[in-house]
């Protein structure tokens, strides 16, 4: 069985390091606005690259992308700080120059470019997501029938004898 449910609070996720972050509930909106900046934001190197390129400035600073496997890293590495970006709300663990980090968008970042607090992070945090598809994806029809309500909710379609063809030879 599964709930629908959705819890609005924080929760916490352990990270490497004697990182915990604390963080808020993931939806399919915020899901997919992650996804659409980590796009744009990976549109927008690709096209920094070719410009330079094109006008034979040098492109030493900015990622390799020479093939697909390097973008689908720096995608995958941009869509898990906006993720963490959007959703960290508090952490213990993280320290920075003058004592406890405030967790901001650049701290936030920095941090998920720890291997491996974001790919931890990102397992995590998606897990419960994950779980609750593959409990969606995996309930079937129910043995009694198509509903609650039983075998007979809707009336089958009339059947007509309608023979196949025979194979002209």
Request: proline fraction near 7%; avoid cysteine.
């Amino acid at each position: 069985m599964i709930s629908l449910k959705a819890s609005r609070e924080p929760f916490e996720i352990e990270l490497p390091y004697g990182v915990r972050a604390s963080v808020k509930p993931l939806t399919t909106t915020a899901m997919a606005a992650a996804q659409s900046a980590a796009r744009r934001l990976l549109e927008r190197i690709e096209s920094d690259i070719r410009e330079r390129r094109e006008n034979g400035l040098s492109v030493e600073e900015l990622p390799a992308l020479d093939d697909d496997a390097a973008r689908d890293g720096l995608y995958q590495a941009l869509l898990i700080k906006e993720l963490a970006r959007r959703h960290i709300v508090g952490w213990d663990g993280v320290e920075g120059d003058d004592g406890p980090a405030e967790p901001t968008p650049e701290n936030v970042a920095a941090l998920m470019d720890l291997y491996p607090v974001g790919e931890r992070f990102f397992q995590e945090f998606t897990l419960r997501q994950v779980l609750l598809t593959a409990a969606k994806n995996g309930s079937g029809l129910s043995a009694a029938g198509t509903s609650a309500e039983g075998p007979t909710t809707a009336k089958g379609a009339a059947k007509k004898e309608t023979p196949a063809p025979k194979a002209k030879m």
